[in-house]
């Protein structure tokens, strides 16, 4: 009888969870994900901060900040979202452009406006705003997209990507142009047109080579053999590598990673900060980060493939494989795979406003996967 | 109308998605494949790999300075020991601007403005990470400055080293040697791994001879440091056992000499230019090692400025000058006992055969004059002993033009003329034991090769091309006095290591005199003998030897012979003066052997400029040989006026207790002779 009622009880809590969650338009399995990485995120960053109080708290003011736009963002409809398209990115290049003549030059680089509170970077905003546009435009015509219509999706995607790259931030600029190029390619572009295009992007990358600063070239050098400079542009690197390796299976323990809190890791809060995670956690914090990812970015798609109209169905996945190219140029850069772009690893990494960005895309996400056409309604 | 079409572009649409996505998930799968081979590379594949770079990285090895061997005198009194000093390091990899830290080092005063280059030079020389002293031994006002500005110099700090400390002040300089900031140079052939820590290194004499000994060996400490090289305290998986290698203290060094000997050979020899050395003719021990002017070897260990160091170096008294092993002289005199060894072993003379010492010697078909050196002139009737004991030279210019010079140079060369004694520190010369065979090889031009028999002549009281050092002649003294046996000499008789033990070294004989008979030793031995006496001489009455007023009153029997190495060549024909400036004057010498039947000491005392050897040289010997044997001596130059004097004690200094841990002499077994 006791158990019964437990169990009852149980079940309608349960049901009213479910209730809650449908109400407020979220999806369970995805958010129960986003909560753990959160969690492990801030694990890891009050160990890579130096068990920095006030690091964890910035950090959770972000993520209230993400939690407030993705729960208001599962309400928008998606002709909501549709219409609302070519505004968001005209606001944003304009953003770029008062960016370039205005905006805080930090690190030689110039990617944020002031706001007053807080320093906002308009290329977060592009991150949402290219594939939103994209979307948009394929909405009313047939897929595949044809030339006229694939030129005219370079200009949305190549105009916001190249004015974040002059700023510059490189990684920014790669991520744009990732979701509007995998939009597209999600939209059916054949796979003769790909092989071309990546031909066409190996002379683009020659001729990108003569316009890139200084310190770019250096990172792509310095990837290229960071053993040239081990103490200039390879530190990071050779460092990096040093401390995933040395943490082996099981990793040395919560705070006793010695690369990342003796210093020798640079940007362990930020950019590194999967180094950290591969040196207290090991192989297997490890392989429990990348598992919670490919699970958040394996939901995603079967959100995606669940939702019926053209524009949310290349959004939503396009949203979803953006977040798995963040992850994964993050985890390359740092595991020696990649050239040292500056992407942080995704609601992990301290610092800037790419939480926002990204939970607000996961309320994209959720809302168009819980506004979508049932079949037969 | 449009709905089929929609309907049918759904499906085409649904299709493609589905295509789409799966083939991004392949991607997706394929790149996170690629992402865990290379995690699995890079954690368990080269595991071991990266983790020995982690350590590397987070481990620095600081060293520990061993602390340097004391050395003792033969009974284990400390001639030189430890103190603690305030020194400034700086540690290369620290220092944002190295030349701007100097500067302004300097400009506190704490580096000297002209050593700048120098100290550079010897901060690059080391490992960017070692720390590099670049001011020893810092007075309190200096480490006061530094210590107001010392958050204006990251990479730069005060430690504290052991330094080296001379109780004697100047003592047995020239035997002891001294130590002194490691130099470029001295980089070149030591192990630098060795001395990583290690600020002095042994210069000359016993501290360099030994360095090996001296030095020990250094220790190290793990330190847990961060990118920055700064050592960091924390507790963690990341800071498992660090190691850590205790220094071990270099040996203790039991010399040969004998401190009261040595300072009675010290303070005999007073402001004078001079030398003095005794040794134990029964194994080569060096009991005393003095050489004047002396050196303060403190101011080496503590750093010199060039203008310092060129002060020293350019006195005209040439005090780095080791007299006692580098300064050569005529022997003077002091050559007639083996002189007369010579002649009896080749049985060249009657020895009993008197002559008529007329003051004057001419070589047969000869004009040239030889005279007497002393003033007094002639010695009337005088057989081989007289001529010993009062020093005539006629007689000996006779028996080396007799003899030759060649089976001079034969019977001369076992005795030590000529070649190194081996003594166990460096710089030793060998004089000259001159032949024709030399003077070939000496002189450039053909008509200075040929071998006169004036040479010859010369030879036989020790002037001319001959030349001696005064370790050469205690030396020789002793072989006389160990009737040909003849011992290296050597300063280090044993070693006590970090536990106390004491190693002690055997001596080395070497070949010696060989083929003289006992009866041609006990005759120039007794003539040697008669030198420091007045006695009454069968035949020849009442003879005082020309060390005799020296030895009035001593308490025991000696045996010795005086000597005068003439600097300036006075005409022959002319009678020496007193008139001669002082730095022409003769320079005088004295060997002497005691006690004479069981010699124990055997001293040579050279007295430059000082003129006839028996009354500047002589109450040297007297005195070194009373401190020695009867362990007191007469601190004034007359041994029968002032009391004696007892051991003296070593002058108190400022530190609290002896700085070295592992030794106290109280604590050494070794033999304390009380006076």
């Given amino acids: 009888m006791i158990e019964n009622t437990g169990y009852a009880r149980t079940r309608r809590t349960l049901s009213a969870t479910a209730r809650l969650l449908s109400a407020l338009n979220l999806d369970g399995p995805l958010l129960v994900a986003l909560g753990l990485l959160a969690i492990y995120g801030l694990v890891i960053l009050y160990s ?50 008062v960016v370039a003549a205005t905006g805080v030059i930090d690190k030689g680089a110039q990617r944020w406006l002031n706001l007053g509170l807080f320093r906002f970077q308009p290329s977060e905003v592009m991150k949402i705003a290219v594939p939103m546009l994209a979307a948009w435009y394929l909405h009313d015509r047939g897929l595949p997209p044809d030339w006229k219509s694939l030129l005219v999706l370079a200009v949305i995607i190549f105009l916001p990507a190249g004015l974040v790259a002059m700023e510059p931030d490189l990684g920014t600029a790669a991520l744009i142009a990732a979701s509007g190029m995998l939009l597209v390619l999600m939209a059916g572009l054949s796979i003769r ?66 690369q990342a809190q003796l210093d020798f890791l640079p940007e362990r809060s930020t950019d590194f900060i999967f180094s950290v995670v591969g040196e207290e956690f090991g192989l297997i914090g490890l392989l429990a980060l990348l598992a919670l990812y490919l699970f ?19 959004l939503a996945l396009s949203l979803a494989l953006t977040f798995f190219v963040y992850v994964f140029i993050n985890t390359g850069m740092v595991s020696g795979l990649l050239p040292v772009v500056g992407v942080p690893l995704p609601l992990v990494s301290y610092g800037g406003t790419s939480v926002v960005t990204l939970l607000a895309g996961f309320g994209i996400l959720m809302g168009l996967y819980s506004h979508r056409k049932l079949v037969g309604s | 109308m449009a709905s089929p079409v929609r309907i049918k572009d759904r499906w085409n649409e649904q299709r493609l998605f589905s295509q789409r996505t799966l083939g991004a998930i392949l991607v997706i799968a394929a790149l996170v494949l690629t992402l865990v081979g290379r995690l699995i590379y890079l954690q368990v594949y080269r595991y071991n790999y990266y983790v020995a770079l982690s350590v590397g990285n987070r481990v620095r090895l600081d060293p520990i300075p061993a602390s340097r061997g004391l050395i003792l005198d033969r009974h284990g009194t400390v001639l030189v020991d430890n103190e603690p000093a305030y020194q400034l390091e700086l540690i290369r990899e620290q220092v944002p601007n190295l030349n701007d830290t100097l500067q302004r080092l300097s400009a506190l005063g704490l580096v000297e403005p002209d050593e700048i280059d120098e100290t550079r030079r010897s901060i690059f020389a080391r490992r960017s990470f070692d720390p590099v002293p670049v001011a020893l031994r810092m007075t309190g006002p200096q480490i006061g400055r530094f210590a107001v500005h010392r958050f204006e110099f990251p990479g730069v700090d005060l430690a504290t080293r052991q330094t080296r400390h001379y109780p004697y002040d100047e003592l047995a300089v020239h035997a002891l040697g001294y130590v002194s900031a490691i130099s470029e140079e001295d980089l070149q052939h030591i192990d630098r791994a060795k001395y990583a820590g290690t600020a002095l290194i042994g210069k000359l004499g016993v501290e360099a001879a030994y360095e090996r000994l001296l030095h020990g ?29 205790p220094p071990v203290a270099g040996d203790d060094l039991v010399l040969s000499l004998d401190l009261l000997t040595q300072q009675a050979a010290e303070e005999g020899l007073g402001d004078h230019s001079g030398a003095v050395v005794a040794i134990d003719p029964s194994d080569g021990d060096v009991l005393a090692l003095a050489s004047k002017p002396e050196f303060d070897p403190a101011q080496f260990a503590r750093g010199m400025s060039p203008r310092e160091y060129a002060a020293l170096a350019d006195d005209p008294d040439k005090p780095l000058l080791n007299r006692a092993l580098r300064g050569e002289y005529p022997s003077g005199s002091t050559i007639k006992p083996t002189i007369a060894l010579a002649a009896l072993t080749y049985n060249v003379v009657d020895p009993y055969k008197t002559i008529y010492c007329t003051g004057i010697f001419r070589l047969p078909g000869s004009s040239v004059v030889w005279r007497e050196g002393t003033t007094d002139g002639r010695h009337g009737e005088i057989d081989m002993q007289q001529a010993i004991t009062r020093s005539c030279d006629v007689y000996f210019y006779g028996l080396a033009s007799t003899l030759g010079v060649d089976r001079i140079d034969t019977f001369l060369a076992p005795f030590g003329y000529g070649r190194l004694t081996g003594i166990d520190i460096s710089g030793e010369k060998p004089g000259v034991l001159p032949s024709p065979a030399w003077k070939k090889k000496f002189f450039k031009r053909p008509q200075d090769e040929v071998w006169f028999p004036g040479e010859t002549v010369n030879l036989g009281i020790g002037q001319g091309y001959l030349l001696v050092t005064p370790l050469q002649l205690a030396h020789i003294a002793g072989v006389l006095a160990e009737r040909g046996k003849s011992f290296r000499p050597r300063l280090l008789i044993g070693t006590r290591d970090a536990d106390g033990r004491i190693s002690r070294i055997p001596p080395v004989e070497d070949a010696g005199v060989q083929g003289v008979s006992n009866s041609s030793w006990d005759l120039v031995l007794q003539a040697m003998r008669r030198v420091t006496t007045c006695e009454d001489v069968p035949l020849f009455g009442e003879t005082c030897g020309t060390g005799h007023a020296a030895f009035k009153g001593a308490a025991y029997q000696a045996a010795g012979k005086t000597g005068t190495a003439q600097v300036f060549t006075v005409a022959r024909n002319q009678r020496l003066t007193q008139h001669v400036a002082e730095r022409l004057r003769d320079h005088a010498w004295f060997i002497a052997f005691a006690p004479f039947d069981h010699p124990r000491i055997a001293v040579a005392v050279l007295v430059e400029h000082a003129g006839f050897g028996a009354e500047a040289a002589a109450p040297i010997a007297r005195r070194v040989i009373d401190a020695y044997l009867l362990r007191q001596y007469a601190p004034s130059a007359d041994p029968a006026a002032a009391p004696p004097k007892s051991i003296p004690k070593p002058k108190p200094t400022a530190r609290p207790a002896a700085a070295h841990s592992t030794a106290t002499p109280s604590s050494a077994p070794v033999r304390q002779e009380q006076p």
């Fill in chain 1, 193 to 258: 047109v790909v092989l071309v295009l990546l031909l066409l992007g190996a002379g683009g990358a020659v001729l990108g080579w003569n316009f890139m600063h200084d310190y770019q070239r250096e990172r792509v050098l310095t990837f290229l053999n960071p053993q040239t400079d081990p103490l200039g542009a390879g530190y990071h690197i050779i460092q990096s590598q040093i401390a995933i390796g040395s943490g082996g299976v099981f990793g040395k323990g919560w705070m006793n990673g010695s």
């Fill in chain 2, 217 to 245: 060996k250094n220790g190290y400490r793990e330190v847990l440091v961060n990118a920055m090289g700064r050592s960091v305290q924390r507790v963690g998986a990341y800071a498992p056992e660090l190691g850590y290698q």
């Fill in chain 1, 48 to 97: 890579a901060s130096g068990q920095s109080v006030d690091t964890i708290l910035r950090t959770l003011m972000r993520m209230a900040l993400g939690a407030a736009a993705m729960l208001a963002l599962t309400h928008a409809k998606p002709h909501f979202l549709r219409h609302l398209s070519p505004w968001l990115y005209a606001v944003g290049i304009l953003l770029l452009f």
């Fill in chain 1, 296 to 314: 958040i970015v394996g939901r995603s798609l079967w959100l995606a493939m669940q939702t019926n109209d053209t524009f949310s169905r290349l």
